[in-house]
């Protein structure tokens, strides 16, 4: 069984929602100082505010690009994930180009994710990319972890949260199967509780995306 250190170090502690008050962005922030989580990962507009935060703390300041569709131009994923950096975040969470995955033009998916890699090494951050499992077949989710990989990612993520399913123990496996034993797999989407973690890692999982984290970590330390 994994220590509360180890669990909370897993986690990057989420708040994404749209109505999202300063007030709380705040409190995310000091719930993971008080448990040392991996990162904050909050909305693009919030990475000033977080970086301040977090200053001289170990939580990572997290955020997402292209959230939560994928749709938008990958002039734009670079842009946003340009200035997040530039704000001060050291992991971009982008969503894949899913409708162009979806159509077959892979080609389309990798330029994609190779321009907005590109520009997180330049600020030395890291991607993680989002495949959105939810919409998927599996051969496309192989697809995606194939391009993820080639196109320089560090992570491949299961979901953003907002689909009609979250993380799922087969996509975890499917994923890290995938990717094989060196790069990250970062199971997001539904996951509340203690027992969704530990079923996550046994699947694969190297962080987990929550807004639960403070409840899972609760969870852990009377176990």
């Given at each position: 069984m994994l220590s509360v250190t180890?669990?909370?170090s897993?986690?990057?502690?989420?708040?994404?929602?749209?109505?999202?008050?300063?007030?709380?962005?705040?409190?995310?922030?000091?719930?993971?100082r008080r448990f040392g989580f991996a990162s904050v990962c909050?909305?693009?507009?919030?990475?000033?505010v977080v970086y301040r935060e977090l200053a001289d703390h170990s939580p990572a300041v997290c955020t997402v690009v292209g959230f939560p569709l994928g749709a938008s131009n990958t002039a734009a994923k670079v842009v946003e994930a340009g200035?997040?950096?530039?704000?001060?975040?050291?992991?971009?969470?982008?969503?894949?180009?899913?409708?162009?995955?979806?159509?077959?033009?892979?080609?389309i998916v990798?330029?994609?994710?190779?321009?907005?890699?590109?520009?997180?090494?330049?600020?030395?951050?890291?991607?993680?990319?989002?495949?959105?499992?939810?919409?998927?077949t599996d051969a496309?989710?192989?697809?995606?972890?194939?391009?993820?990989?080639?196109?320089?990612?560090?992570?491949?993520?299961?979901?953003?949260?907002?689909?009609?399913?979250?993380?799922t123990e087969h996509d975890v496996e499917l994923m890290r199967r995938m990717v094989g034993p060196v790069m990250g797999v970062k199971a997001s989407g539904g996951i509340r509780t203690l027992a969704d973690v530990v079923k996550m890692v046994a699947a694969g999982a190297t962080r987990i995306g929550a807004s639960a984290g403070v409840q899972i970590v609760g969870a852990a330390a009377v176990h």
């Open positions: 180890e669990i909370a897993l986690i990057d502690h989420t708040l994404l929602k749209a109505d999202a008050t300063h007030l709380q962005i705040v409190n995310v922030c000091a719930e993971a909050v909305n693009s507009y919030w990475v000033p200035e997040a950096i530039d704000n001060g975040a050291l992991e971009i969470d982008m969503v894949l180009n899913i409708g162009a995955l979806r159509s077959g033009d892979s080609h990798r330029r994609d994710i190779e321009a907005v890699v590109e520009e997180c090494h330049r600020g030395g951050a890291i991607t993680k990319v989002i495949l959105e499992t939810a919409y998927l496309q989710k192989e697809e995606a972890c194939r391009i993820a990989q080639g196109a320089g990612a560090e992570y491949v993520k299961t979901s953003t949260g907002f689909a009609p399913s979250g993380a």
